[in-house]
């Protein structure tokens, strides 16, 4: 789902913070993750 930015500003103001992550199977555990995530995640307080 897309956040406008006023929305994704504000969220950080009041102490939001934007993760990443990265989907690993079972059978790549222990190898390096890629540069690029799968996704980023939007924290809100």
């Known amino acids: 789902m897309r956040v406008s930015e006023q929305v994704l ?3 950080l103001r ?3 913070c934007v993760r990443s992550f990265w989907r690993r199977s079972a059978r790549l ?3 390096p ?3 690029v ?4 995640v ?3 307080p």
């Open 14 to 16: 009041q102490g939001g």
């Open 42 to 44: 939007l924290e809100t």
């Open 33 to 35: 993750s890629p540069i």
């Open 9 to 11: 500003l504000s969220s």
């Open 29 to 31: 555990a222990g190898t």
């Open 37 to 40: 995530p799968d996704g980023l």
